[in-house]
């Protein structure tokens, strides 16, 4: 089950489970270098006006997470991540939200693997309903900054995106700017 | 370019451009198949490529790879990924699909093989 909301409307012990989940996935087992807070990855986008997809299990344990923030006020691409435009102009509006801290990765899923990150079902559900959670906000796109396997789900979810320039290889690994539109997608 | 993102270009401005490699990679969770009686082995990876020139087009592709004795070979596998939306001679756009399709004969006609092959050599071995 996904649901949705800002860190006002969820549930507080929902909220402390994304930050514990967020640093299970990007920092424990990706490896990312990201501020921790009482056990909990959150940085200077977790804001009262940022908004929450979570994936919870039969037993309430989280599966998959994701986060949107307007364009028009900071944001992850905007803010640290800018060359991935490559001279382009940033998104700067209220049409035009971010898609960021993208995963899906079920640590209770016997057999899986902690590194398949876009590869199962719960990350189709979680990006249909961030998708549709963005629509409803009044975005028009999403941009996306990711590592470029997020491509092969959003092809298997049939949403139509495509890139807002080259990767940049950070750490060994391609990450990209991506934008997916909402309005062929809703 | 405007601000959908997209570089726009007609097949024949594509073809008379040249790619650049920039990475490629083994898939960490590559698939390992091999049938009763099969001496194949496949392995699955990513390719990245953009423009030589000022125009930052970028293009990548999933690949296989398969080795029966000595000699290996990567197929290109599923649609490739850009920020191009290929155009008419009258600077029309093709449309998302018809740009993938086009994309995928000219990737297929493109000799990609020996660079991607020396990179994960260099990379992995």
Avoid at chain 1, 136 to 164: D, W, Y
Avoid at chain 2, 20 to 45: F, K, M, R
Wanted: aromatic residues 8%; proline residues 5%.
């Amino acid at each position: 089950m996904v649901i949705t909301g800002s860190e006002l409307a969820l549930p507080q012990e929902v909220y402390r489970k994304i930050g514990r989940y967020r640093q299970k996935v990007f920092v424990e087992t990706l490896g990312w270098d990201l501020p921790i807070r009482d056990g909990m990855e959150l940085d200077q986008f977790d804001r009262p006006d940022t908004l929450y997809m979570v994936s919870q299990d039969d037993d309430g344990a989280v599966n998959g997470c994701a986060r949107l923030l307007p364009t028009h006020r900071p944001y992850l691409l905007g803010e640290v991540f800018p060359e991935l435009m490559h001279g382009q102009p940033l998104p700067c509006s209220p049409d035009v939200w971010e898609l960021s801290r993208f995963a899906a990765v079920d640590f209770n899923a016997r057999g899986g693997s902690a590194l398949a990150q876009f590869s199962s079902g719960i990350a189709v559900q979680l990006l249909r309903q961030a998708i549709k959670c963005a629509a409803a906000q009044g975005a028009k796109r999403l941009i996306t900054v990711s590592p470029i396997g997020i491509e092969r789900l959003l092809r298997h979810t049939g949403v139509h995106a495509h890139r807002a320039g080259p990767p940049t290889i950070v750490d060994g690994h391609p990450i990209f700017a991506c934008w997916i539109e909402v309005n062929d997608a809703h | 370019m405007p601000d959908t993102g997209y570089i726009y270009l007609t097949v024949d401005e594509l073809c008379a451009g040249a790619l650049v490699h920039l990475i490629s990679g083994v898939d960490a969770q590559g698939t390992l198949a091999t049938a009763p009686g099969a001496v194949a082995t496949q392995i699955t990876g990513y390719t990245e490529w953009v423009s030589a020139g000022g125009r930052l087009l970028t293009i990548g592709w999933d690949w296989q790879m398969t080795a029966a004795g000595d000699s290996v070979h990567l197929h290109r596998i599923g649609a490739p990924s850009s920020n191009l939306m290929l155009q008419s001679r009258a600077r029309r756009d093709l449309g998302h699909i018809r740009t993938v399709e086009l994309l995928k004969q000219y990737l297929d006609g493109f000799n990609w093989q020996p660079a991607t092959l020396g990179h994960i050599a260099a990379r992995y071995g």
